[in-house]
């Protein structure tokens, strides 16, 4: 429920919504080009595209013609066997060319020659994005597969590339060169450091990267003039960004691991998290600003690209958010998730000083957690009452999120009493919030500008 919430936006005047209608109406969508109704149909999951073939006579070549987007993992779950042969009787049926091709690494354990097979179809000739996602084998350690030798085949056409349960050799290294791969995911993959570096290397105009339980490597060392985003999870070793003049957004996906990162130059490093108080292994450093679990900052100069930073914190502290936003002075999004209300967060004599020399540019604070007692009011009026460039604050909880919580959380809170007239404030009912990998579910999540917004 929301303070002052806007109204959904709806369809202005001279705003068209046109959708295939029966009764005699005419069918503006079959009218498009081929060109255009080949791009929706590739769009559309494989069992869908496929049907469009009984939707007119008009429709009956298109999807044969349209650029095939060929998921497994959409066709009908009756066992593996059933379904390798549906995907043998679709390439056979459709002549190309393919846009995406994705199997299970579970596929690629139980039927590898099927698999080597596929993908050697000339329906994948000049293939853009080809996925082995990990699927079901997250949890078989043992697994340890070999990537298919036509794999290598689409080097030199990759976009976006996925890579599960494997071990990626030497030898397979000297054939991986991606020259247009935008998307790279390695997902509980066993490969070198200098493989890895290899790889990277190898990919020229690479844009968001995805590192999952990968092992073999306790090191990985950042030089791309061309990456964007980077994300890590279960990874515990040392991440070194060296030059990165493009990296935008570097994201820690899991918790609790011994991760030390190293900030030598990324010039336009906006977004940043999770950083956790209660990850003690934790280290951060942006040349001479260290931040080792978030109870001890150390500052001698000032980080000022980070806008968007998401931290989980054991106690809510007002003292420990002020010092990262000193550490971190053009912060515009703040993420706080936290366990207990040990501190009072009492500030309004404690920071006089703060009040008047920081200069607090939030314009979005979310806290997870939020139960209204005395420290968490506290902790939130302080950016009620002081954040005048704020729009929007959040205060997610239980189920007490009720009528009546809301008008005593506005009585406390001093809504009315807020320095930024135009800020919403919005109570919510807290929903499972995924450490492993925040909303990152896939590597082209990576590309979203606020990964923490839900």
Sequence with gaps: MATGAPHPKSIGAGEEVVVVVGGGAVDRISGLPDAILGEIISLLPIKEAARTQALASRWRHLWRAAPLSLDGGDLPDEGEIFRAGLISRILAAHPGPAR??????????????????????????????LEFPIGDLIHLHSAELSLPDSTFRFSATLRLATISKCHITEGDVEALRFPQLRELALESVRLSEDSLQSMLAGSPVLECLLLSRCVGFSRVRINSRSLVSIGVQSFSGELIIENAPSLER??????????????????????????????????LAFGNTAVQDLRSVSITSVVCSIKILAVDILTLSLDMVLDLMRCFPCLEKLYIEFVLSGDRNSWRRKHRDVIRCLDIRLKTVVLKNYRGIKSHVNFASFFVLNAKMLESMTFEGGACHNQKFIAEQHSLLELEKRVSRTAQFYFTVSRFWDKNLTHIKHVHDLSRTDPFEC
């Design 250 to 283: 570097l994201l820690q996906l899991q918790l609790f691991r011994d991760l030390r990162v190293s900030v030598v130059a990324a010039p336009k490093l906006e977004t940043l998290g999770w950083l956790s108080d209660r990850d003690h292994h934790l280290k």
């Design 100 to 129: 995406r091709f994705s199997v299970s690494s579970l596929q690629l354990l139980l039927c590898p020659s099927a698999v080597d097979s596929w993908i050697s179809s000339p329906a994948l000739d000049s293939l853009q994005e």
